[in-house]
């Protein structure tokens, strides 16, 4: 059996096994029997102890069937094979792989066609005993969980306690996911700074990471001074935050406390869909039509303006975030309760001063939240800047010039048939580990003043 059909096997099982504990808990309680739980609690009881261990096994086994069969085959491998090392045992097993799944290939490889016919016994084997084993799981924890059902048996502690378990597991696999992130990013991040010096990186003001093809080349060395990056970024970010904020702000106050319900049901969800937009999309309208624009309009002031510029991306890029700000603080502004704005109301004040004294200040905590996502949301962006701003890493603060951002460079970085021992290609995990750092201080600096608005306003 495939793991697909195992997989809708256990479906198949979690329904039967709730009906099946359900019922006979109700048969119980029909007999004038006083059960400790309610009769859906002994049926989820079932349905969890019969198929929470095959999922395990299954789990276990897909994620060791892989490699205990590649340590079968090494050893049944000719000697010359094995002795070329692990690139060539590694073809070969690709090899034995591709003649066991396309029988018109067999019998062609006369040193691996013995091997390819091992592994397709083995692949048989192997799925009839992994139907076996988990259909003979299910069988054994659905009868065993369905004769412990008595009056006294706690079905409900005990269903509770294991979705207590699963709920913990799964925090625990996002907090594992995150540091296994930070560790790989970090990892190869000490191993550039073992190459480049930290001050170089983050105070240097030259970025040229070009490979040295001879000794004597110019800037064979490298350059790794991320300066330009940072600035880029913070500059693009900057423009954008300041076209997202102020609009989306003010859109979200006016849908909320303005707004007829007939043109708030209209223009949320028009307004919603600038978020539904693919990013490659705005980065061709800020290459083709903002971009020219925005230079047009500078060289009749006499300005010169880059092709390619840092204000093209960043009003696009805000363009793009206004949704998140807006939708968010619209929501945010929503939650805040009417009897507020009536007490504003009964003193005296207007709509206006109501909204700026008393519906700002207790929405706070969201807004700032939802700014802090917008914040993350455009320095995270890479098609735009890519398309709109160019890959030149120029240390400026003029936005008509062109410049680049950390995201574009470490995708630039790692383009292509790359040596993961080079300076260039571990400056990508250094810059990843610069924009983490700046992420969680962001997030900090979010928490830190939703704690202070929140304690006020509760």
Do not use: C
């Amino acid at each position: 059996m495939t793991y697909s059909t195992l997989l809708i096997a256990v479906l198949i099982a979690l329904g039967g096994a709730y009906l099946l504990g359900r019922n006979r808990a109700r048969t119980l309680s029909s007999q004038g029997i006083k059960m400790h739980s309610l009769a859906t609690h002994y049926g989820a009881l079932v349905a969890l102890w019969t198929t929470l261990p095959p999922l395990l096994i299954l789990l276990l086994w897909a994620l060791l069937e892989p490699r205990v069969i590649d340590l079968i085959l090494t050893a049944q491998l000719p000697d010359s094979i094995r002795a070329g090392g692990e690139a060539e045992i590694r073809l070969a097993l690709s090899k034995v792989y591709n003649l066991a799944n396309d029988s018109d290939l067999m019998g062609q490889q006369g040193l691996l066609g013995p091997v390819a016919e091992h592994l397709q016994a083995l692949q048989a084997r192997v799925t009839l005993l992994r139907g076996g084993v988990i259909m003979s799981l299910l069988l054994l924890g659905g009868a065993l969980t369905w004769r412990r059902i008595q009056p006294d048996l706690r079905a409900r502690s005990e269903v509770e306690g294991i979705v207590r378990i699963l709920l913990f597991a799964s925090s625990a696999i996002a907090v594992l996911t995150t540091l296994g992130i930070l560790a790989s990013v970090l990892f190869e991040s000490i191993l550039f700074f073992q190459k480049v010096p930290v001050t170089e990186f983050l105070f240097g003001t030259s970025w040229s990471p070009q490979v040295a093809l001879r000794a004597d080349q110019s800037g064979s060395s490298g350059s790794f001074g991320a300066v330009p990056l940072f600035t880029g970024t913070l500059l693009i970010s900057a423009i954008a935050m300041a076209i997202a904020v102020p609009v989306g702000l003010m859109a979200a106050i006016y849908l909320s406390e303005y707004a007829t319900p007939r043109v708030r049901q209209l223009a949320k969800p028009a307004l919603e869909v600038l978020a539904g937009i693919p990013t490659v999309v705005y980065g061709f309208f800020a290459a083709l039509t903002v971009a020219p624009v925005i230079r047009g309009l500078g060289e009749s002031m006499g300005l010169e303006v880059s092709s390619e510029s840092a204000l093209a991306a960043g009003l696009v890029m805000g363009i793009m975030i206004i949704p998140f700000v807006s939708s968010l603080s619209d929501d945010v502004i929503n939650a805040v309760p009417q009897s507020l704005r009536d007490g504003s109301y009964g003193l005296g004040a207007t709509r206006s001063e109501t909204i700026r004294q008393v519906v700002i200040p207790a929405a706070l905590p969201g807004i700032v939240g939802a700014v802090m996502l917008a914040v993350s949301r455009a320095i995270g962006e890479t098609m735009i800047v890519a398309m709109a701003a160019g890959l030149a890493a120029n240390l400026t603060a003029n936005p008509l010039d062109s410049v680049t951002t950390v995201t574009v460079q470490i995708v630039t970085l790692l383009v292509g048939d790359q040596e993961f021992d080079s300076p260039k290609t571990l400056a990508a995990f250094a810059l990843g580990l610069v924009l983490f750092v700046v992420t969680l201080a962001l997030n900090y600096v979010a928490l830190k003043i939703v704690q202070k608005y929140r304690e006020q306003y509760d």
